[in-house]
């Protein structure tokens, strides 16, 4: 989030930080990253309100599209955003991943990107 352009949404309740997103625009095209809902409050739609404020900040900013990286094996996460209106642009790039003080992989990791034209 120290990215130069980098704007954090939050989503607030009573002072309360609920859920957030990074949104970064990169050359006409917003990115979107850690979508984030405080667990015990996902499924509340808290989540599509965020993306609705990144859409719109979208519009703003004059971006064509809105685009996001997803690690491949969130199957259900990706679903949702299918459901949002993103698709799948049939781009992966890899997941880079080096430190073995947190374990290795036990399968593959690479990220799908996921896109919305606007």
Sequence with gaps: IQTPGTTLLKYMEDDQLLGCVEIRNEHGKLYLGMLTVLPSLQGKGLGKKLLKAAEEEAVKQQCTSL?????SVRKELI?????MGY??????KPFAFNDPRFG?????LEFVILEKIL
Excluded: A, C, H, N
Excluded at 67 to 71: A, G, L, N
Excluded at 87 to 92: F, N, V, W, Y
Excluded at 104 to 108: I, V
């Design 67 to 71: 685009f996001m990286s997803v690690i």
């Design 104 to 108: 290795q992989p036990k399968t593959k």
């Design 87 to 92: 698709r799948l642009t049939g781009e992966r």
């Design 79 to 83: 679903d949702w955003y299918i459901r």
